[in-house]
């Protein structure tokens, strides 16, 4: 089942056009990776898809249902359509506990006592639930990566978009939130992730989305992409990597 499918979408801030022509279909378990040069405009594209950034023509839409009309409740649908953020956006006054709870009650209106049993569940999965009371200043980064992405999940998203998510972690706890992904897609859910990082992109799909100059150039295995000589954007990309 298409879970999104996004047609001819544009993307101008000002005179910079950064988007020209999106067509992308997610199905229903599908995790997908899209990389490309810095700029390239991945950022935003994931944006659009629950209307952190508006788009400027085109259409996205989610279980049948354009997402880019005005009538839409953007709040109901950043439920379904989760955001992980590379730098894990998560409030530094608040504990961890708090951190997932404080979505649960002002996004699915939950009393305090269910959205604690809720959070704690979530947590749980991740074995966050020892840290519950600490604060994100005493987590490690890899902790907080996990705690943002408990705290998409409790809204039980259909669609989890991650933007970065490693890449202000270190290897090993790069390899933790790679394997959480992994876990995540055992689960059914489907999932678009922005990354740099060619092991976190190995590791997680089997197929890379390259994004050059506002459009979408490839879909294709990663070790084709990066053995793909004939393509001098790719290779400029590629090729300042590390093999795969
Ligand atoms: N809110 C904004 N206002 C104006 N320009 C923006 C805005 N957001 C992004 N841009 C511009 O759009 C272009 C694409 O940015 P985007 O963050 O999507 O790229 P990216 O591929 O994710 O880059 P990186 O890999 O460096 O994170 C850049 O030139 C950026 O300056």
New binding site residues.
């Given amino acids: 089942m298409t879970v999104i499918a996004i047609r001819d979408l544009t993307k101008q801030?000002?005179d910079?056009v950064?988007l020209t022509g999106i067509n992308l279909d997610l199905n229903q378990g599908d995790v997908k990776v899209l990389m490309?040069s810095?700029?390239?405009?991945?950022?935003?594209?994931l944006r659009c898809l629950n209307r952190l950034v508006e788009p400027t023509s085109g259409s996205i839409q989610f279980k049948g249902k354009e997402i880019l009309d005005s009538s839409v409740d953007v709040r109901a649908l950043r439920k379904q359509i989760g955001f992980v953020f590379q730098q894990f956006a998560l409030y530094s006054h608040l504990t961890v506990l708090e951190n997932v709870t404080l979505a649960l009650r002002k996004l699915e209106g939950m009393g305090l006592k269910e959205a604690n049993e809720k959070a704690l569940h979530e947590l749980s999965q991740f074995e966050m639930t020892p840290h519950q009371s600490k604060f994100p200043s005493q987590l490690s980064g890899g902790q907080k990566q996990r705690v943002a992405i408990a705290r998409a999940l409790a809204m039980d998203p259909a669609v989890l978009l991650l933007d970065?998510p490693t890449s202000a972690l270190d290897p090993v706890m790069s390899r933790d939130v790679c394997d959480l992904i992994n876990r995540l897609h055992g689960n059914g859910i489907t999932m678009l992730c922005?990354t740099?990082d060619l092991g976190l992109a190995s590791g997680i799909a089997d197929r890379v989305l390259f994004?050059d100059k506002g459009v979408i150039r490839a879909d294709e295995r990663i070790d084709v992409l990066a053995n793909d000589h004939s393509d001098p954007e790719m290779q400029a990309f590629f090729g300042k990597k590390e093999s795969v």
């Fill in positions: 801030f000002g910079q950064v490309g810095s700029g390239s405009g991945k950022s935003t594209l970065e922005v740099h994004l």
